[in-house]
């Protein structure tokens, strides 16, 4: 089922929500122990993705354009920029903490390389691993979220859903423009680059780096361009 990892990670938002409004504080060492274990957890799908590459001039090729392309962008920036806007325009008088808790949610959840690689995932090759990971992430955020925020946080699931279920089933019609021997080569270097950029988040979540994961996701499109590149100079 293309749209199974969709629908685990809106499900554990609204149990994380539902279990959320339980709670009025989490003790900050609960919170700092959970989140480094699952930041441990997330490097390790990364390697596991990563090392699958068979080309590794392609990963590092695809990882550097990427990274020139996300810097020239701005994309960690202007992500930033348009939540803050956001969450300026939702703040208006007499208005609810649902539309913040929604706003706010919807762009943590949404935004990030885990939902686009792992929806990608999800319809390449049928394997959710990387979404079903995030839907445990997301599922704790949304109940810390809730505590502070709100209700307004279970609005976000909706947004996840169809963010995450588009792409999947767009990339489930990749196999009939692209040559299959093309595809496979295709899904295994970009699973490894993917794999890269969520070690990064892995490290992040540990606090041990501060790495512009956004300004890295173009990697995951440029793999395809440096792939055709790679296989006609070598072949």
């Known amino acids: 089922m293309v749209l199974l990892g969709a629908l685990v990670n809106g499900l554990c938002i609204v149990i994380g929500t539902f279990i959320g409004l339980f709670f009025t504080k989490i003790p900050e060492r609960y919170k700092e122990t959970i989140m480094h274990g699952i930041g441990l957890a997330v490097v390790l799908i990364g390697l596991q993705m990563a090392f699958q590459t068979e080309k590794i001039v392609v990963v590092l090729l695809s990882i550097l ?3 020139i392309i996300g810097e020239a962008l701005h994309l960690e920036k202007k992500l930033n920029l348009l939540g803050t806007w956001i969450e300026k325009k939702s703040n208006t008088k007499g208005e609810t903490s649902i539309s913040q808790g929604f706003i706010t949610a919807s762009l943590i959840f949404v935004i990030g390389a885990m939902a686009v690689i792992g929806a990608l995932d ?8 990387v979404l079903i990971t995030k839907s445990i992430i997301d599922g704790f955020v949304a109940l810390v979220l ?17 963010y995450e279920g588009t792409i999947a089933l767009l990339a489930t019609q990749i196999e009939n423009w692209l040559p299959d021997t093309f595809l496979q ?27 512009r994961v956004a300004n890295l996701l173009p990697s995951i499109i440029t793999v395809g361009f440096v792939l055709v590149i790679y296989d006609f100079f070598i072949k």
């Open 185 to 211: 080569g295709f899904i295994v270097e970009m699973t490894a680059t993917g794999g890269l950029l969520i070690v990064a988040i892995g490290l992040n979540l540990l606090k041990l780096t501060k790495i």
């Open 65 to 67: 354009s990427g990274a």
């Open 146 to 162: 809730t505590t502070t925020l709100g209700f307004g946080v279970v609005f976000s699931t909706v947004p996840v859903v169809l």
């Open 122 to 129: 999800s319809g390449l090759r049928g394997d959710h691993e």
